[in-house]
């Protein structure tokens, strides 16, 4: 097994991710492992330092999450963030009490003394805070050096032993300069000093899939999005004419998206690709649906099945490949650690026992952003790999209720113009992700001297940097009363068009 510089033990917190993004960022590679992974397990990667991350429980809750004496004892620099810090202190004999004051969103981190982990860091600048315990005692050994309003004991070390640990999340982007913390925790602490990029990422997953699948052949499920071309790419490089990608029109895509895809495959990537027309199947098992967790559902299921049909025309195929990626899974279920689900993916979870074929995932650890720049390493066009994110069950999830042929065609018509425009303004290239949800919800309205009563739509655009937050984008006037007044008087049966205005969280980014 490779050596693995640094070692993130997750605890559950949503955020944990994010802490392999940032040292990502930096060219340092790291793994994320449970909390209870085997000590022989983390040995053998030979870690030069551990992370422990945050979580939602309290550490002296009935089912609260502990690791083995023995990570301690492996005598190397550790850090402990928000539920980490508090294991740490529990361990090492100091006290954590209920806070009387929550401290949740943003607080000023104030340097009591110099610390290398805060070498290049400015004082006095704003952290993220999300804890309802905290330290009030600690352990022998263990010093202050930075504190915040409400919490004494923001951020304490025990230098000697190279051991750090903060009450704030330095992952997420609300922390300022939460990157060189890390930065400093990896380099200047651990010791890393080899470089990782997303090339490396590339020729290690070419390897690994060469390695795996050997003679094999694998079906690779493809929609025409940035994800799964990326993924088709990769794996032709890796083992050529032995992919054999898929697309399955489920009739749930965007206006012309087929074809868009079909051209993309054959004239872009120069991959056969087989088309699988499957609206039909797919609008009859939507047939009344109208629950979100349902809809998602059945769409995975009849994915499933529609592939393993295809994969019985094709002798040798041992293999199906998907392009999942982490923000997929963490929003449905942890595989790393115990993070608490939010909502079911189509293509998150495995196959089912029935399946005979093994799954492929070898996005599954990227964010969005790194998908783009693997895309590019891999020689795809920047246009294509800039593309906004497409679900995979597609407007299925953009239809409130249920979903029909109708609403579809209603809901292709207002994101087409919704699209134009925000192309023509420049503002796509500005955001992460922009679409149509039609609402079937009826109100007044006057079209000339007629009363109308009509549907509406709502239009989402958001920035993100890796979709595991995002904020709506404040797009001017004068470009969402273009999107409106053409949606309105081009598209029969809308009359009113909204905004959303919310973020992730509290919101998702899709409507269901």
């Known amino acids: 097994m490779k050596n693995v510089p640094i070692i993130v033990l997750d605890f559950g917190s949503q955020y944990t991710q994010l802490i392999a993004r940032r040292l990502r960022e930096e060219k340092i590679y790291c793994e994320i492992l449970p909390y209870n992974e085997k000590i022989e397990s983390i040995k053998e990667r030979n870690p030069q330092g551990i992370i422990l991350s945050g979580g939602p429980a309290s550490i002296y809750s009935e089912d609260a999450y502990k690791i083995s004496d023995e990570v301690f004892d492996m005598n190397i620099p550790m850090l402990g963030i928000c539920y980490g810090m508090q294991l740490m202190v529990d361990h090492f004999g100091g006290e954590i009490h209920p806070a009387n004051h929550h401290e949740y969103g943003k607080a000023t981190l104030k340097f009591n003394q110099n610390s290398p982990i805060f070498n290049g860091a400015s004082d006095n600048e704003i952290v993220w805070m999300s804890h309802g315990d905290r330290v009030e005692k600690l ?293 992460w992700q922009s679409f149509t949800v039609l609402l079937n919800v009826s109100s007044v309205g006057v079209m000339g001297d007629n009363r109308t009563y009509e549907n509406t739509v709502a239009i989402r655009v958001v920035e993100s940097v890796d979709g595991m937050t995002a904020t709506f984008a404040h797009l001017p006037h004068d470009l969402l009363e273009r999107m409106s007044t053409r949606i309105i008087n081009e598209v029969k049966g809308i009359n009113r068009v909204v905004y959303d205005i919310s973020s992730k969280p509290p919101a998702t980014i899709e409507w269901e």
């Open 139 to 431: 352990p022998k050994g263990f010093e202050k050096i930075a504190q915040t309003e409400n919490s004494p004991f923001s951020a304490i070390a025990n230098e000697d032993k190279k051991i750090y640990a903060f009450q704030f999340h330095p992952e997420v982007y609300h922390t300022k300069e939460g990157a060189i913390y890390l930065k400093n925790f990896a380099k200047n602490i651990c010791g890393v000093a080899e470089k990782w990029t997303i090339g490396n990422f590339a020729k290690e997953k070419i390897k690994k899939i060469q390695d795996e699948v050997k003679d094999g052949k694998v079906l690779c499920a493809v929609s025409g999005g940035v994800d799964s071309s990326v993924v088709a790419a990769l794996l032709n490089e890796a083992i050529g004419d032995k992919l054999i990608p898929i697309f399955i029109d489920t009739g749930l895509l965007r206006a012309n998206e087929r074809v868009a895809v079909e051209d993309m495959f054959k004239n872009k990537l120069k991959i056969p690709l087989i088309t699988v027309d499957a609206t039909d199947i797919y609008l009859e098992k939507l047939k009344g649906v109208t629950d979100p967790e349902r809809k998602r559902k059945i769409i995975g299921h009849t994915f499933i099945e529609l592939f393993e049909e295809e994969a019985k025309k094709h002798d040798g195929i041992k293999y199906l490949a998907q392009g999942t990626l982490y923000p997929d899974v963490i929003e449905s279920i942890s595989v790393k650690g115990p993070s608490k689900t939010i909502k079911s993916h189509h293509n998150v979870g495995g196959l089912p026992d029935w399946m005979e074929f093994k799954l492929i995932e070898p996005l599954r650890e990227l964010f969005k952003d790194e998908v783009r720049k693997l895309g590019m390493e891999l020689g795809i066009a920047k246009e294509m790999v800039m593309r906004h994110p497409f679900p995979g069950p597609g407007l299925a999830i953009r239809i409130m209720g249920e979903v029909n042929r109708s609403d579809l065609d209603l809901l292709r018509k207002a994101d087409v113009i919704m699209l134009e425009e925000l192309k023509a303004s420049g503002y796509y290239a500005k955001t």
